[in-house]
């Protein structure tokens, strides 16, 4: 059980923090290791991911790079499996989704990078 993020900010709910468990747990985790910094926390190194580096990447690699880095930030998440990864660049705007599978569950988590 975690205590529930929206936008970043904890959640309130009746005067107390709302929390999630299961699925959403994990996916609220998913989120925040994609969209970390990998190396960002001094005492947490291999908390993050690579994907805002994903700009500098030449386009012809960024797909592999995606995965690569996708596959590397959720590396401690052993109760989902990762599909497919893909990265688009639109307006300005890196989008990368990841496909996820737990047991009979799947969902589609889409994380953006700005300033492409």
Do not use: H
């Amino acid at each position: 059980m975690e205590i529930a993020l929206n936008n970043g900010e904890y959640e309130a709910a009746g005067g107390t923090l709302r929390t999630v468990t299961g699925l959403e747990e994990i996916l609220q985790r998913v989120v925040y290791r994609l969209k970390a910094r990998r190396g960002g926390f001094p005492l947490l190194p291999d908390v993050g991911s690579r994907l805002y580096t994903l700009p500098r990447v030449p386009e012809k690699q960024r797909q592999s790079a995606a995965r690569q880095f996708v596959r590397e930030a959720l590396a401690d998440e052993t109760d989902i499996r990762i599909g497919a990864v893909t990265a688009k660049e639109e307006a300005g705007v890196m989008r990368i989704a990841v496909e996820l599978r737990r047991a009979e569950d799947s969902a589609l988590v889409t994380v953006e990078i700005g300033g492409v």
